[in-house]
């Protein structure tokens, strides 16, 4: 049968919708906030609770000083109660004791409760603050709990939480009140003292996103792709979309059958009117679909600036722009160009201006020459509001096609000079210039600063600007010709390091590996006696073994090496010995000038039965010659 901590902890677990641990944790916690309220601990002593799940029971553990005589209980205890814990405790040390108190009291049982509660509080908000951040952009729905025009609308949400919808995130025209259902997207979640604060939203273009995304399976599963969504809340929206898959209509898809997604997303939106249109990679198609549902006569971009000149008829010119230029500007948001629309008579009198005054024009102009005046007798009388015929606007858009063309290769064609010669100017300034700051020219203040407020930030982007356009500095307020002057001595002085050469790495050299036997041994240290009977030695030359054969070739002409000490002499092993060196003795005169060898026949061998190096050393007496070698 179950206790009544089992009941009540089970109801709480039902109530908060929240895990086991959480709960338990925070019964912990209150435990140890009790007992330190009830017998005055210190918040440096460690305390611990452990509560057993199936019978409530609480044991508190607090940290306490092993000494010979209590004094202080709470936080003092006996050697023989510390071994019950700790049988290896030594006086002096800290030991986890069961200091659980018989009767915590009103006060502390008070306490307790506050804290679970608080506990249970703050996890209940973190929950919450960890469930709607994975909302974020998703549409949830809740019911409206208080309407405002000033502080907008409170919702309702799952788990006891409340969302509020500011006034600029409602759809201009709606209104609800209370009890009414509402869906929106989660835009923001907000950590607040009170718990997380949930900004909900109906205005933003990523509702209508996934308004689509739930109507239309095709988008749903991927078939049909949003590239782009433009959006006046409560007026008007333009989506454009592409199929991934052949032989699908995006278009169709969205608007389904006789219009019934679309009027249900329409509805929803409190009829903002919605145009789909099909997305197209040629910005031509593309913005000529944008401007719908006007008909275009033609798109003419200039990529420099990214602006479209859309030219349209006149009857169509207040279609294409819109009530207040919402058309054309949903346009622009959609494409991202900026578009310029005009009407096929204005466009036409644009062109025959650009003819007569740009003198870049001036081939087309003496091609055109006998069109301008058909193309100015329609104008005039268009002007007169006599009736122009189709064939007439059919001359008036091919004139205007002509000169907008010309007029975007001339524009390429000037750009891209332009780019040559900024590359050409860049090309013969150094790249260290690029990276010094404008601000190590020995310049007045005055005129740093004006430059640097005209976005000149380092000695290459002025010396640039003196080069290409060297007018556009003496524009600036500020900046007379003595400043010029001042300008282009400092440039003349400045210097720049050399970049320094780019080494190659060096080719290895392969060495040929030694074999194991031929690697020399560092020679033993001799005995005494051996030492002594060896000649001092000042210089050691190294002689390479040689074969038998080889015996009657001339001798190599001895080298000089650094004096080692005779122990630090590397021979072979004795079963590969030869002789190996022969030392010299060198002395100098008192005056240091003159120098007199004396050689010495010293040889170092290895003895086998002694299991050591030895010195051999030849003597002459007399005129006999040589005597045999002596240790």
């Given amino acids: 049968m179950k206790n009544e901590f089992n009941l009540a902890f089970n109801e709480v677990l039902e109530e908060k919708q929240l895990p086991k641990e959480v709960i338990l944790q925070a019964i912990e916690s209150a435990m140890v906030s009790a007992y330190r309220r009830a017998v005055n601990a210190s918040t440096a002593q460690q ?43 030594n006086l002096g040390d800290m030991v986890m004791v069961d200091s659980t108190p018989t009767d915590f009291g009103r006060v502390a049982a008070q306490t307790a409760r506050q804290v679970i509660q608080q506990r249970i509080r703050e996890a209940e908000r973190q929950v919450q603050s960890q469930y709607f951040e994975k909302q974020i952009g998703e549409i949830i729905s809740g019911v409206v709990q208080a309407a405002s025009n000033v502080q907008g609308i409170t919702v309702g949400l799952d788990m006891k939480a409340e969302g509020v919808m500011p006034p600029n995130q409602k759809i201009p025209g709606e209104h609800f009140k209370v009890h009414d259902r509402v869906r929106a997207i989660v835009l923001e979640v907000k950590e607040s003292p009170r718990g997380p604060q949930i900004i909900l939203s109906r205005s933003h273009r990523n509702f209508l996103r996934r308004l689509l995304e739930n109507e239309v399976p095709e988008i749903y599963h991927g078939i049909v792709e949003i590239r782009a969504i433009a959006r006046e809340p409560g007026q008007r929206a333009k989506v454009a979309v592409s199929a991934t898959q052949p032989n699908v209509d995006p278009v169709g898809a969205c608007v389904g059958m006789r219009g019934v997604r679309i009027q249900a997303i329409v509805k929803e939106l409190h009829d903002e009117k919605i145009d789909i249109i099909e997305w197209n990679p040629d910005p031509v198609l593309y913005i000529s679909k944008a401007i719908s549902p006007a008909r275009v006569s033609g798109v003419f971009l200039a990529e420099g600036n990214k602006t479209a000149t859309v030219v349209v008829p006149e009857d169509q010119l207040s279609l294409a722009i819109g009530r207040d230029g919402q058309n054309a500007r949903l346009a622009a948001k959609l494409t991202g160009w900026r578009i310029d629309i005009k009407s096929l008579v204005e466009a036409a009198g644009d062109a025959i201006a650009r003819l007569q005054s740009d ?7 003496e091609a ?82 004006i430059l640097t407020e005209a976005e000149i930030r ?21 900046i007379g010709p003595k400043s010029m002057q001042a300008i282009a001595n400092a440039l003349a002085k400045v210097t720049f390091p ?91 005169s ?14 170092i061998v290895y003895d086998p039965d002694q299991d050591q190096t030895i010195a051999l050393k030849k003597h002459k007496r007399g005129e006999e010659g040589w005597d045999e070698w002596e240790a």
Avoid: W
């Fill in 498 to 588: 050399e970049p320094e050469p780019v080494v190659e790495p060096a080719a290895q050299v392969e060495v040929a590996a030694i074999p194991a036997e031929a690697v020399a041994e560092p020679v033993i240290a001799a005995e005494a006696g051996a030492v002594e009977a060896a000649p001092p030695a000042e210089k050691l030359v190294e002689v390479e073994a040689k074969p038998a054969e080889a015996e009657a070739a001339p001798a190599v002409e001895e080298a000089a090496v650094e004096e080692k000490p005779l122990e630090e002499i590397f021979i072979l092993k004795p079963e590969m010995l030869q002789p190996v060196a022969v030392v010299e003795d060198e002395e100098e």
């Fill in 359 to 365: 003198a870049t024009l001036s081939a087309l102009a």
């Fill in 47 to 89: 305390v611990e609770a452990k509560v057993d799940p199936e019978t409530g029971k609480v044991t508190i553990c607090a940290e306490k000083e092993v000494v010979e005589e209590v004094q202080d209980e709470r936080t003092e205890v006996i050697l023989e109660a510390a071994h019950a814990v700790n049988p290896q405790a």
């Fill in 368 to 449: 055109e020459k006998s069109h301008v005046a058909t193309i100015e007798a329609i104008l005039t009388k268009k002007d007169e509001g006599r009736p122009v015929t189709p064939e007439e606007y059919t001359l008036l858009t091919q004139f205007v096609d002509r000169v907008e063309r010309r007029t975007v290769e001339q524009k390429k064609a000037e750009r891209a000079a332009e780019e040559e010669r900024t590359s050409a100017a860049r090309a013969d300034i150094p790249a260290a210039a690029f990276e010094t700051p404008i601000f190590d020219l020995e310049l007045a203040e005055h005129i740093l600063n």
């Fill in 590 to 603: 008192s005056d240091k000038k003159k120098k007199k060898k004396k050689k010495k026949h010293v040889e």
């Fill in 458 to 478: 380092t000695i290459g982007d002025l010396m640039m600007t003196m080069k290409l356009n060297p007018d556009s500095i003496l524009g600036l307020a500020g």
